[in-house]
């Protein structure tokens, strides 16, 4: 598989529910983000790491945890959720801060909280 | 507070018209500008950038225009083809300078090619 990887493309949870979302990117790259897509939003950027190390965290509320085991891989850990959070989340890598090219995308996780 | 704005939620262009996506932004440490596009069902993907030493880059149909001093910038699609239909978001950061890691966003321009 080539690019960025996100499974699963579609998740309905509960409230009291866990699950994790996943991402992994086969381009060697160094760097790996999650984003937030609302509706009728912009795309709002939730954390970086740049070489497994979580160097941005924009205020987001600590029922997301994300997790980064090496540069391939990210995951982004879900608890307690609000229904609220329903949003596509879309998982981004990039080879150290993004220039010239910038980030390359997964296709996204559509989450449904009910 | 809205640091990239695209003002225009969609936008609707005759096939070989000239597609003007328009972009501003409010924060003067941004030194890095980039479009992508999305389809649905698809995440974005990159289409063309500048940086803030330029006003402006040039790749086939697509011409990014910037102009520092409005805090503006511009995507130019020329001729427009049925492909292009999709949206269209506008990102910013801060590299050269550093800063924080991560684009900023706009809310996305969603281009329609009418036949």
């Known amino acids: 598989e080539t690019g960025v990887t996100q499974t699963p493309r579609h998740l309905v949870m509960g409230m009291t529910n866990k699950k994790s979302l996943k991402c992994e990117q086969h381009?060697?790259?160094?760097?790996m983000y999650w984003y937030k897509q609302s509706a009728k939003k912009p795309l709002e950027l939730m954390f970086v790491?740049?070489?497994?190390?979580?160097?941005e965290n924009n205020s987001v509320p600590s029922r997301f945890s994300p997790e980064c085991p090496n540069s391939s891989h990210l995951f982004l850990h879900l608890h307690t959720l609000q229904p609220e959070d329903s949003a596509l989340y879309l998982c981004a890598s990039s080879q150290d801060r993004g220039l010239p090219y910038g980030y390359t995308f997964g296709s996204g996780t559509r989450l449904t909280v009910v | 507070d809205q640091q990239v704005k695209q003002n225009s939620p969609s936008l609707s262009v005759q096939e070989g018209r000239i597609s003007i996506l328009n972009c501003d932004y409010t924060?003067?440490?941004?030194?890095?500008f980039l479009w992508y596009k999305k389809y649905p069902a698809e995440g974005p993907t990159f289409l063309i950038s500048?940086?803030?030493?330029?006003d402006k880059n040039e790749d086939g149909r697509f011409t990014v225009f910037l102009n520092k001093s409005a805090k503006h910038l511009s995507l130019h699609i020329v001729p427009s083809q049925p492909g292009d239909s999709a949206v269209y978001f506008c990102?910013?950061?801060?590299?050269?300078?550093?800063?924080?890691?991560?684009?900023?966003f706009g809310k996305g321009t969603h281009l329609i090619i009418q036949p």
């Open positions: 790491y740049n070489f497994k190390e979580q160097t």
């Open positions: 381009l060697g790259h160094n760097a």
């Open positions: 924060n003067s440490m941004f030194d890095y």
């Open positions: 500048i940086s803030s030493i330029k």
């Open positions: 990102a910013a950061g801060t590299f050269l300078g550093g800063g924080a890691d991560g684009l900023t």
